[in-house]
């Protein structure tokens, strides 16, 4: 069950964070913005633990997780295409 809810959040996140930034390279479809959002957790949970807001064992929520694939997605607007 927990695959599912962590599926189902990223979605979520990955759906918001490319609301709140719509950048030039847009991540685009189900799998995709799925990843975004995931990404976006291990990224917020990450920075989260370094900075002392989370402690070990503790993950990003939603917010977390939307703040994370928005910064996902700028650094991936900063790298050239191909």
Same mark, same amino acid.
């Given at each position: 069950? *927990?695959?599912?809810? /962590?599926?189902?959040?990223?979605?979520?996140?990955?759906? &918001?964070?490319?609301?709140? @930034?719509?950048?030039?390279?847009?991540? %685009?479809?189900?799998?995709? /913005? /799925?990843?975004?959002? !995931?990404?976006?957790?291990? !990224?917020? /949970?990450?920075? *989260?633990q370094?900075?002392g807001? @989370?402690?070990?064992?503790?993950?990003? *929520? &939603? &917010? *977390?997780? !939307? &703040?994370?694939?928005?910064?996902?997605?700028?650094?991936? %607007?900063? !790298?050239?295409?191909?």
């Open positions: 069950m *927990g695959f599912i809810w /962590t599926i189902l959040i990223g979605f979520i996140a990955g759906i &918001l964070a490319k609301l709140i @930034y719509g950048g030039p390279q847009q991540v %685009s479809g189900f799998i995709l /913005t /799925t990843l975004l959002g !995931v990404a976006g957790a291990f !990224v917020a /949970t990450y920075l *989260g370094q900075v807001w @989370y402690r070990f064992g503790e993950r990003a *929520g &939603l &917010l *977390g997780a !939307v &703040l994370g694939a928005v910064l996902v997605l700028f650094i991936w %607007s900063l !790298v050239p295409p191909r």
